[in-house]
């Protein structure tokens, strides 16, 4: 019998077989001993144990075709990384943080803004309009009014998708949304704070229809990059590779050089105040950062 681990916790590991539903199976000696750990999103096959109690063995690995560090799972083909318009503010730094994390394990990434129903000004078609204009495909949404929910469904579906973003964003609320016969604990939002509590505890795959999984994980609120160079970082802004044959020095950093086509493009406003913003603090942090020894 073969099926995916949609979740593991303390040793069990709860695999999904389309049309039986969820078995409770333990991974096989040859595992450890082979130092291979089963993942969520692993597709497996399993010996059934007991069909009544829905029990199993876990026997065999399939082939994965792809593996995120972070979070850890097998086989995600997408990323949706989700932030509210307000309540909490968005911070950009950190958005940026996600897409640049996604990007360096070869993820496509979806925006979803969240609560277009707390959106007085109309500030969600700005945030967009940044995005989309840097190649990211982005879509205002709202899980409490379920609006624009419909459109990101067509996205996911025949997918599996890792959700990503800050706590108090309401992805469990959107996860509901998309999958009206899951219940995930939702949170409110610290009036002092202005942050969510975190209620994903761990990462869980929930089948929203056939060959259709969404990855729930734990929320963050800071996120560190790793494993990349200060000159590495503008091939993760594709915005800036319009402009970089203008640059009068190979190998600018865009960011203290003169005659710099991504400062010239900045300046006639074909890029984003924003996003540079956070192109040049994040730059800063990697020069900074102390190297590590090995």
Same mark, same amino acid.
């Given at each position: 019998?073969?099926?995916?681990?949609?979740?593991?916790?303390?040793?069990?590991?709860?695999?999904?077989?389309?049309?039986?539903?969820?078995?409770?199976?333990?991974?096989?000696?040859?595992?450890?001993?082979?130092?291979?750990?089963?993942?969520?999103?692993?597709?497996?096959?399993?010996?059934?144990?007991? =069909?009544?109690?829905?029990?199993?063995?876990?026997? +065999?690995?399939?082939? @994965?075709? %792809?593996? &995120? #560090?972070?979070?850890?799972?097998?086989?995600?083909?997408?990323?949706?990384?989700?932030?509210?318009?307000?309540?909490?503010?968005?911070?950009?730094?950190?958005?940026?943080?996600?897409?640049?994390?996604?990007?360096?394990?070869?993820?496509?990434?979806?925006?979803?803004?969240?609560?277009?129903?707390?959106?007085?000004?109309?500030?969600?078609?700005?945030?967009?309009?940044?995005?989309?204009?840097?190649?990211?495909?982005?879509?205002?949404?709202?899980?409490?009014?379920?609006?624009?929910?419909?459109?990101?469904?067509?996205?996911?579906?025949?997918?599996?998708?890792?959700?990503?973003?800050?706590?108090?964003?309401?992805?469990?609320?959107?996860?509901?949304?998309?999958?009206?016969?899951?219940?995930?604990?939702?949170? =409110?939002?610290?009036?002092?704070?202005?942050?969510? +509590?975190?209620?994903? @505890?761990? %990462?869980? &795959? #929930?089948?929203?229809?056939?060959?259709?999984?969404?990855?729930?994980?734990?929320?963050?609120?800071?996120?560190?990059?790793?494993?990349?160079?200060?000159?590495?970082?503008?091939?993760?802004?594709?915005?800036?590779?319009?402009?970089?044959?203008?640059?009068?020095?190979?190998?600018?950093?865009?960011?203290?050089?003169?005659?710099?086509?991504?400062?010239?493009?900045?300046?006639?406003?074909?890029?984003?105040?924003?996003?540079?913003?956070?192109?040049?603090?994040?730059?800063?942090?990697?020069?900074?950062?102390?190297?590590?020894?090995?």
């Amino acid at each position: 019998m073969q099926g995916k681990i949609v979740k593991g916790i303390a040793g069990f590991y709860y695999v999904h077989v389309s049309g039986s539903g969820v078995y409770e199976c333990k991974a096989k000696g040859i595992f450890r001993k082979d130092r291979v750990k089963p993942l969520v999103g692993d597709n497996v096959e399993m010996d059934l144990l007991d =069909e009544t109690e829905k029990t199993g063995n876990i026997i +065999r690995l399939l082939p @994965r075709a %792809s593996q &995120l #560090i972070r979070p850890a799972v097998a086989n995600v083909d997408q990323a949706l990384v989700i932030f509210a318009i307000t309540h909490p503010q968005p911070n950009f730094n950190l958005l940026d943080r996600f897409l640049i994390m996604m990007g360096q394990q070869n993820l496509p990434c979806i925006i979803c803004l969240n609560k277009q129903d707390l959106d007085q000004e109309g500030a969600g078609q700005e945030y967009a309009h940044i995005y989309n204009a840097c190649g990211y495909r982005t879509f205002i949404v709202s899980a409490a009014e379920k609006q624009g929910i419909e459109r990101l469904r067509e996205q996911l579906r025949g997918r599996t998708t890792t959700v990503a973003g800050p706590s108090g964003v309401g992805k469990s609320s959107l996860v509901n949304c998309l999958q009206p016969g899951t219940v995930m604990e939702t949170g =409110e939002i610290s009036e002092k704070i202005q942050r969510g +509590r975190h209620t994903t @505890r761990h %990462s869980e &795959l #929930i089948a929203l229809e056939e060959n259709t999984y969404i990855l729930d994980t734990p929320g963050f609120s800071s996120l560190g990059l790793f494993d990349l160079e200060k000159e590495q970082l503008a091939s993760y802004y594709p915005e800036f590779g319009y402009y970089e044959a203008d640059c009068r020095f190979s190998g600018c950093s865009h960011t203290a050089e003169p005659q710099c086509g991504v400062k010239q493009a900045l300046e006639q406003g074909r890029i984003s105040r924003l996003r540079y913003d956070n192109y040049c603090q994040l730059y800063r942090e990697l020069k900074d950062k102390k190297p590590v020894y090995r």
